[in-house]
């Protein structure tokens, strides 16, 4: 029990990765847990053979917990360095740090690196229980694995959660993952164990996930991700040729996907389509809440490629795939390029299948997609799967829709049919609900003055503080079946006329750099 400190030099309480990993196993952990303190600025090689049991750097399941951290504080430069040197590559699960069967340990501001191997995960978990991995930095840019098919199992991952064994209160706050294929996937199938407890990211605590190829993060299997969280993230600058989505969630129980920033994910070439969350339930009584997130800059140009659920959506803002309850509040969505396809479309909120028992709860949604069309494509600010929707299930009010000038045909609502136009239309105002009662379309006027910028690779979807807009106090308060009672910054909303979108601006700071957040 107590602090040790690990230095290369052998001057100090252990000199290694590996000599920690003995002294647990030999001497156990006492009460008030051990913490173990990478010295900064080192570099700490280690090999690994997973099929050599007697060689496995593995650090135990222990009733106290065990923290793996460094000297410096978090976010200091020069943290230490986890580096692989070798491995075998054809032993399956390859990781520079893999945690299997472990309990009540901490991973927290360590840097891991690797040379060029055929190394698929930064992290590799399976049947913990208590881990959370925090303020690291994990780079998989060395990675000499050939690149995986999309959607297929063995992509170069930064953190990876297997599930041959359950597992529970997995928790993933603040790390930066970088150069990979899937920024944070848990991996399954239908016939294994699930992942509970699981959290990638909370409030001011987000991880940040770039130049990744085909998923920021990826749940795919609801039966395995029960009541997940995924609050706080910012996900960004990704380009592909594939399949490319910022979230996908597919969870059972209740989940919450929050305070999340997606943006300028490109997708090249006409194969597939760009995703900024897409959510997906396992039956129609599991849930999402989806609120207080922004996705912009999402765009497939050139793609006009079209999947039997997508119906033709080549750009979809946030979109929801099964029969389930669906909450959609406060997210602000802007899809703004160039097409250079004939047939590309774009599709703000997208309802990918039928909504037959479930709900669709839309409200205080800000959307736009202002795009410059190549020739007559349709830009929808909400759209509806061809089978169209239940009426019973949709409840949409007080959202901003605007879908463009252009004489090019642009539909503010999408696939329905005359029945349910009329009740979406009239019965719930879509287009625009201001704080005066009246119903009107989001005008160019409207969409060009509030933005901080819509200028594309440097958009900024807050508000401007202090400029009058259809979205600033145009929303209505939502106290159920959850109270949303802040925007995405952690600003107040107003108790009784709240702003649309994620953004709530308040009265500016003397500050002009601060302009667009609250102190």
Not at 77 to 100: C, D, H, M, R, S
Not at 285 to 310: E, G, H, R
Not at 420 to 432: A, I
């Amino acid at each position: 029990s107590g602090t040790y400190i690990v230095s290369t030099t052998e001057e100090y309480d252990f000199y290694g990765f590996l000599d920690v990993t003995r002294n647990l196993k030999l001497r156990n952990v006492g009460a008030g847990g051990a913490v173990f303190k990478f010295m900064d600025g080192e570099t700490f090689n280690f090999r690994k053979y997973y099929d050599c049991g007697a060689y496995t750097y593995e650090l135990g399941s222990y009733a106290n917990p065990v923290t793996i951290t460094r000297t410096g504080y978090p976010g200091a430069p020069n943290p230490p360095i986890f580096y692989l040197t070798a491995t075998n590559e054809a032993q399956w699960g390859n990781a520079v740090l893999k945690l299997v069967n472990v309990s009540n340990i901490t991973i927290d501001g360590i840097r891991l690196r690797l040379a060029p191997l055929q190394v698929a995960y930064g992290i590799y978990i399976d049947g913990v229980s208590n881990v959370t991995i925090q303020n690291c930095d994990i780079d998989m840019a060395s990675s000499t694995k050939p690149a995986a098919a999309c959607d297929s199992w063995g992509a170069i991952t930064g953190i990876e959660i297997s599930n041959d064994h359950a597992s529970n209160n997995v928790k993933l706050y603040n790390n930066t993952i970088a150069n990979c294929e899937f920024g944070i996937q848990n991996y399954t199938s239908a016939a294994v164990p699930s992942v509970t407890g699981l959290e990638i990211g909370a409030f001011g605590k987000g991880n940040k996930i770039y130049n990744f190829k085909q998923y920021g993060i990826r749940l795919p299997a609801a039966n395995t991700s029960p009541s997940v969280r995924i609050i706080g993230n910012e996900i960004y600058n990704a380009t592909s040729t594939v399949c490319l989505t910022g979230i996908y969630a597919s969870c059972s129980g209740t989940s919450y996907v929050a305070y999340n920033k997606v943006y300028n994910l490109t997708l090249n070439g006409g194969s597939n389509i760009v995703t900024g969350i897409a959510l997906n339930t396992g039956s129609s009584s599991d849930v999402f809440y989806c609120y207080n997130n922004m996705v912009y800059d999402i765009k497939a140009p050139s793609s006009t490629y079209t999947l039997w659920n997508t119906d033709n959506a080549n750009e979809q803002g946030i979109t929801t795939y099964t029969d389930g309850k669906y909450y959609l509040m406060y997210n602000t969505i802007v899809i703004k390029y160039n097409s250079v396809a004939n047939g590309n479309t774009a599709k703000a909120i997208h309802v990918g299948q039928p909504i037959s028992s479930g709900l669709i709860f839309l409200k205080n949604n800000l959307i736009v997609t202002n795009n410059t069309p190549y020739s007559a494509n349709t830009y929808n600010g909400c759209h509806f799967f061809r089978w169209g929707i239940n009426t019973a299930q949709l409840d949409a009010n007080y959202n901003l829709l605007y879908a463009g000038d252009s004489t090019i045909v642009q539909n503010i609502i999408g696939n329905l049919n005359l029945t349910n136009y009329q009740r979406f239309g009239l019965d719930y105002q879509p287009f625009m609900v201001n704080n005066r009662g009246g119903a009107e379309r989001y005008s160019k006027t409207e969409y060009t003055t509030p933005f901080i910028s819509t200028t594309l690779g440097s958009m900024d979807v807050h508000l401007q503080p202090g400029v009058a807009s259809a979205a600033i106090n145009g929303g209505t308060p939502i106290a159920a079946p959850i109270a949303v009672t802040d925007d995405i910054d952690g600003n107040a909303r107003s108790t009784t006329t709240p702003t649309i979108g994620a953004d709530e601006p308040c009265t500016p700071n003397i500050i002009p750099a601060d302009t667009n957040y609250c102190q």
